[in-house]
């Protein structure tokens, strides 16, 4: 239905329930001339008179009578529709549908939903996890995290905070294997790379290198879809990798893993969290959105510092003997 027509509708059900244009005028918001053009209109419109009317009086003629009795009632659902969806997107409850890496990114996300959840419990979390980039309409996504290197066209994008790819190993690897002092030594450890579960192929080892930034070859001696285990991996000093920060600083803080070759680390990547629309999301996007600008926005807890690492390279050389 057009837009004019249900303009028209609601001012003939508003003048009949009334009595008054001036009335209906005022109820709908218009001027009286454009409730009366509306009328008009309508019964142009439908070859009919909705209404006998004078300068001080109207009243519904037969065919009026039966226009609202079979108007009325759609119209009134469609105002309850209205009001309904006006004060569902205003509550803090019902799906969520969210997004997100499967790598990296799974112990944030729990952190944001359990403190999120434990504040607004009618909230029913949808969360799907997979490293591909998948599309955002046909998904209905609410809110959505990627790391990369900048925004995806279409959607709204707030940076969170840097992705830094730390090359660790576990002080026992170190006595055993040596402490690489160069990218190019890295060709004689054993090394672990992950295999991106969404396309199947091996995702470089990146370093930087001056203001460039480049795929360093590896010899792999494990390959691996879940960071998981590869972290596991490296922690019982049976390879080094290349892990994320943010799955890395506990353990690098904790003394268990030495970051290596810290001068390389790449600083082109940061996570973000995507979001529909500024205005008119609903109240739980928006919140849910708030919380994680609150709680992750270059939070310390997951981003090693330039002298953190440094140090914590330099405390985890072994020593001779």
Not at 62 to 88: I, K
Not at 113 to 119: G, T, W
Request: glycine content about 6%; proline content about 7%.
């Amino acid at each position: 239905m057009a837009i004019n027509e249900l303009r028209a509708i609601s001012v003939f059900v508003t003048a009949a329930e009334l009595g008054s244009l001036r009335k209906t005028a005022a109820a709908l918001n218009i001027s009286p001339q454009a409730a009366s053009q509306a009328l008009a209109q309508l019964e142009q419109y439908l070859d009919v008179r909705l209404f006998h009317r004078t300068t001080r009086s109207m009243a519904l003629t037969d065919e009026g009578r039966r226009f609202l009795d079979e108007a009325q009632p759609s119209l009134l659902g469609l105002r309850r529709a209205l009001q309904t969806v006006r004060q569902v997107k205003d509550e803090i409850a019902g799906p969520l549908r969210i997004v997100g890496p499967r790598a990296t990114f799974q112990p944030l996300l729990w952190r944001l939903l359990e403190e999120f959840c434990a504040h607004y419990p009618e909230i029913v979390p949808d969360v799907q996890l997979e490293d591909r980039v998948g599309n955002w309409v046909e998904d209905r996504v609410d809110v959505g995290f990627r790391l990369g290197l900048s925004p995806h066209e279409g959607v709204i994008a707030r940076r969170l905070m840097p992705v830094q790819l730390v090359l660790c190993a576990s002080p026992d690897y170190l006595r055993r294997h040596g402490v690489p002092d160069s990218l190019a030594a890295l060709a004689t450890h054993r090394c672990s790379v992950y295999r991106n579960p969404g396309t199947g192929h091996v995702v470089p080892w990146r370093f930087k290198v001056g203001d460039a930034e480049v795929a360093q070859p590896v010899t792999p001696a494990l390959y691996t879809n879940d960071e998981i285990l590869e972290l596991d991996a490296v922690l019982a000093g049976q390879v080094m990798g290349q892990l994320a920060g943010v799955t890395a600083a506990p353990y690098i803080r904790a003394g268990l893993l030495i970051p290596l070759l810290v001068e390389h680390i790449p600083d082109r990547y940061s996570y973000f969290v995507y979001y529909g629309s500024r205005t008119a999301q609903p109240a739980r996007v928006r919140a849910f959105v708030d919380l994680a600008l609150a709680r992750l926005v270059d939070n310390r807890e997951f981003v090693l510092s330039a002298r953190e690492l440094k140090a914590a390279a330099r405390a985890g050389i072994p020593r001779p003997g």
